[in-house]
């Protein structure tokens, strides 16, 4: 499938996601709302994918969706590119593999909350964050109530959530927003880095490992030990779990097949 607002290639088991609408700072509009619903359908399906690695081209990650210039005229273009948005964003949540995010520039309102479903997120020195849709009279969307205070705490959610605060990459990396932080042109080299890295090791713990953290957080603590139990023993007699253990007896390294 061709895409007018995703630059997207597949090369080593890694699939590479970019927005591609840099004359806009990767803006969100229904197109590339629905682009995005569509990759992350497509990447559902692909059993050879292992790693994914989620970026922007231009100076940019994403400015989300922009306050309209016109309320009266811009509504309805406004309110689709949400729905659509929103929709992908859960669909991009879905996704069992990993996923690492490449952040430079602007990471804000959609953006941001397309960032939050990302396990890794890298981040270039000059990246800021913010959620401005209370500044403009409206509820922020696309998951990121829920996912913010998750990931960096309730506190300085609220803060960005309610109060707009604009958060610089260093207090990103320290509230855990980030993993990492790295010079702007070197973002995206990074990110690859990690994947590649990640690529090697085996899919079927991986993909159940996300599992166990995501469900997990959703489940009061005895019932996600007992999730995490009844994973780790599902897995002992996966061929990968064998090939780790022989692996190590023979000093060499393993060679997953994903089952």
């Not at 088991?13 to 497509?42: G, K, T, Y």
């Not at 990650?61 to 929709?87: Q, T």
């Not at 309610?162 to 702007?184: H, M, N, P, R, W």
């Amino acid at each position: 499938m061709k895409y007018r607002y995703l630059d997207v290639w597949v090369d080593d088991s890694i699939a590479h996601v970019l927005l591609n609408n840099p004359e806009n700072h990767n803006q969100f509009n229904p197109e590339l709302a629905q682009e995005l619903l569509s990759i992350a359908r497509d990447l559902q399906e692909k059993d050879n994918i292992k790693v994914i690695v989620l970026g922007g081209h231009g100076k940019s990650f994403s400015i989300g969706l922009h306050p309209p210039d016109g309320v009266e005229n811009s509504f309805d273009e406004s309110y689709s590119a949400l729905s659509l948005a929103c929709a992908a964003i859960e669909e991009w949540a879905r996704l069992p593999v990993p996923i690492i995010a490449a952040i430079k520039g602007y990471c804000a309102s959609l953006g941001l909350s397309l960032a939050c479903i990302a396990d890794i997120r890298y981040a270039s020195e000059n990246a800021l964050f913010s959620v401005p849709e209370s500044s403009w009279g409206l509820v922020p969307a696309g998951g990121i109530t829920q996912r913010l205070p998750r990931i960096i705490g309730k506190g300085p959610a609220m803060s960005m959530l309610l109060g707009g605060d604009v958060i610089q990459a260093s207090e990103a990396l320290k509230l855990g927003l980030t993993t990492k932080l790295t010079e702007d042109d070197l973002v995206l080299s990074e990110a690859c880095n990690k994947a590649r890295q990640l690529v090697n090791m085996s899919s079927l713990s991986m993909q159940y490992t996300k599992e166990c953290l995501l469900k997990g957080s959703e489940l009061p603590l005895e019932q996600a030990l007992r999730l995490e139990l009844d994973v780790y023993m599902l897995l002992q007699t996966s061929q990968d779990r064998m090939e780790g253990v022989q692996a190590f007896l023979e000093k060499r390294t393993p060679n997953f097949i994903g089952e």
